[in-house]
Every structure is written in structure tokens, then in C-alpha cells.
């Protein structure tokens, strides 16, 4: 089992930076791919980036291109979002994900068999 915790979130205003931070625990080796997918109230499931564990080849959602950054640090086995020029719409809770997924597949929320509790991101206008 890989636990997964999410911290950073919290109530910020339109234009404003947040970095997510995610620490992974246990059995690590189990991963080879990790991701942030966020859910918002009435909308679908979203991922917004994701990152292979090993060689740091990256995707993002197109919502979120040019103002998030997905980076890993594999010494500390902690996943981060630094999100940038946050707008009202990138209001959801945001959960770290993690396993063992092929490159193509990486952009598939539901291939993803670990997953952080979640933090709440707010962003006001």
C-alpha cells in the first residue's frame, strides 16, 4: 500500500500563486506515475497534471497549461503543484494520485489506484 497526504491548500484571490504538497509513504516502489486530479461541486473529475516518477516527462490539462507546474522530489518521495494565476474556476478539492501507470495511459484519472484524502482550494474573484 502507498499512503499519500495532500497539504497547501486554503482561500486565495483571483491571480494569486498556492503550492500543493503531497507526501508518500510505504511502499513507494509500487509507483511509477503521480498526478493531481481535482473535483469540483457539480463538475466532472479533472486532472490536471501528471509526471512519471522516474524520468519527470510531464501532462497537463489544457485549463491549466502555462500556469501550473507538476514536480516531484524523489529523495523526499514528495509530489508538488505550484499553481499559478489562480482563477475562481480552478475551485475544487485537489487530490495527489499515484501508481503504477503505462506513459500513454498517464492522463487517466481512474488508472491511478492510490489517492490522497484531498485539500480544498478556493480561489475568490
Known amino acids: 500500500q502507498v499512503q499519500l497526504v495532500e497539504s497547501g491548500g486554503g482561500l486565495v484571490q483571483a491571480g494569486d500563486s498556492l503550492r500543493l504538497s503531497c507526501a508518500a509513504s510505504?511502499?513507494?516502489?509500487?509507483?511509477?506515475?503521480a498526478a493531481w486530479i481535482r473535483q469540483a461541486p457539480g463538475k466532472e473529475r479533472e486532472l490536471v497534471a501528471a509526471?512519471?516518477?522516474?524520468?519527470?516527462?510531464?501532462y497537463y490539462a489544457d485549463s491549466v497549461k502555462g500556469r501550473f507546474t507538476i514536480s516531484r522530489d524523489n529523495a523526499q518521495n514528495t509530489l508538488y503543484l505550484q499553481m499559478d494565476s489562480l482563477k475562481p474556476e480552478d475551485t475544487a478539492v485537489y487530490h495527489c494520485?499515484?501508481?503504477?501507470?503505462?506513459?500513454?495511459?498517464?492522463?487517466?484519472?481512474?488508472?491511478?489506484?492510490?489517492w490522497g484524502q484531498g485539500t480544498q482550494v478556493t480561489v475568490s474573484s
Open positions: 494520485a499515484a501508481g503504477w501507470v503505462h506513459a500513454y495511459d498517464i492522463a487517466r484519472p481512474t488508472l491511478y489506484a492510490y
Open positions: 510505504g511502499r513507494t516502489g509500487n509507483i511509477n506515475a
Open positions: 509526471i512519471r516518477w522516474g524520468g519527470g516527462s510531464t
